[in-house]
């Protein structure tokens, strides 16, 4: 079971291998070993997303007019560790086209406002 057990880059605490952060520290986990494992895109999306963006039900954030223009938006939430769902903005119509909301869970909302914010000089 030893070697079955993650543990975290900072603080070196062990950890069973269904935890994704660390309780001490709050950082990603990783193999000891430093063996590159095979890694889904789900599971490299989901170790980007900071814990403390993650809760409480989700509220709009911006709409968008185009999918290219979500999903970059959608990207950029992500490098800062803010997950998101892109939404259709009216029902009924193709999920293809047409308006999209991006929402963000309660706690990541003012995070995701400044990272969409763009200062003008």
């Known amino acids: 079971m030893e070697g079955e057990l993650i543990v975290c880059p900072t603080c070196a605490q062990a950890h069973p291998p269904s935890e994704r952060f660390c309780d001490a520290c709050g950082m990603p986990l990783v193999h000891p070993d430093g063996a590159e494992q095979a890694v889904t895109e789900r599971q490299r999306t989901a170790r980007k997303i900071k814990p403390q963006y993650a809760e409480g039900p989700l509220v709009k954030v911006t709409r968008v007019t185009t999918q290219p223009e979500a999903e970059f938006i959608a990207g950029l939430l992500l490098e800062e560790g803010i997950p998101c ?18 929402m963000v869970p309660e706690s990541g909302a003012q995070a995701a406002r400044e990272a969409l914010t763009f200062q003008k000089r």
Do not use: K
């Open 85 to 102: 769902l892109l939404r259709n903005a009216v029902a009924g119509y193709s999920p293809l086209i047409g308006a999209r909301e991006v």
